[in-house]
């Protein structure tokens, strides 16, 4: 039977899943639509309303020409909903609510912790497989005009990647043993065997806490190599938003070898590496960041950086400046800060894109900011004078 919902009259169910439920109606005008919204006790559920919020923006970011536009979305109202045209030619609502159930289930509480963290870290490598292809040689389309929403929050991995990086650190530890063992038996203990034995490569993975003096910086080049990132203390002092970390705040520097950048944590994160970006998360309440960085191809023209860009959550970014920082903040879902950041730097070797985001209770938002603030600065202090 049909029925009127607000302005949408001829409202009949065509599909329901769970809490969802997807409606086929008119507009005002007589168009032909989509409407996909959560049951009423569903709306009351936060992480439910968390969810729609960020697939919606992940619908506005990641429509093509195939793709009906989405006409409406109030996802703050009492039992929020998106509208979308129908259209036989195109996809509607319905891969909106397919990527809903594949995020979660569509009854009973969403999955959080470890749980949560696997599905996310999944479209992650989605997210970062679009990002590594080529773009294409036509200028870009327009991106389209979205409610400031929210998206999926960043991966974090902390019981795949500890494990990992323990159980590597342990065969190092055996090997050296074992080297050392064989040295002894084999007789060469003399003085000249001693002085033509060349010291192992080793990089430094975190830094000292706080900023590094002269005394630790001398050392840690020493140490590390020319191919592990200083700390800068003379970097900028631009600000994306919120504060900077003092200079007597409780923090350690963050190198790996062969980045472009290091970058300061609060001393109780923990940051765990891969090959370009590390997770470093803290505390029992989930909260965490993920901080990367990738080269930017050529000369990095407007369409590379917008793929680029597309990997990141918390879509759309807002450019600051000249256009070389993007920005997004989001603050919808009750408890949580979210946001992320991003930053284009041209140095000798080239352009590379750094990146930084987060999710985490609202209590750390400031720190998130530092974070986000320290990694602007350290990256813009690689850039190549003009």
Known sequence: MSRTVGPYRDVATARVEGAYELCEGQDESGRPVQILTLGATSSKDPARRGLLSDTAAWAYATAGPEDAPILVADLEAEQPYVVVLRDARLRGADRIMDRLLALGPATGPLPVGPAAAAQRAVHQMAAAQRSAAPASPAPPSPPP?????????????????????????SVVVILALVVGVWALLSGGGGDDASSDAEAPDTAAVDGASGAPTTEEAEGDEAEAGEQTPRWDPEAPEERVGGTVFPEDADTRVIAYENWPFAFQVPQEYECAAAERHTVCTAGEDDSGFTVGWEPCPGECPAAARESLREGLPYQPLTDLGNGDVGIAERTEVYGRWRGSMSVFVTTADGVFHAFTSADVADERSEEAWRVFNDVLNQALAQAEEP
């Not at 005009?145 to 159980?167: D, E, H, N, T, W």
């Open 145 to 169: 005009v979205s409610p400031p929403v929210v998206m999926i929050a960043p991966p974090k991995r902390r019981s795949q990647l500890k494990p990992i990086l323990i159980g590597i650190g």
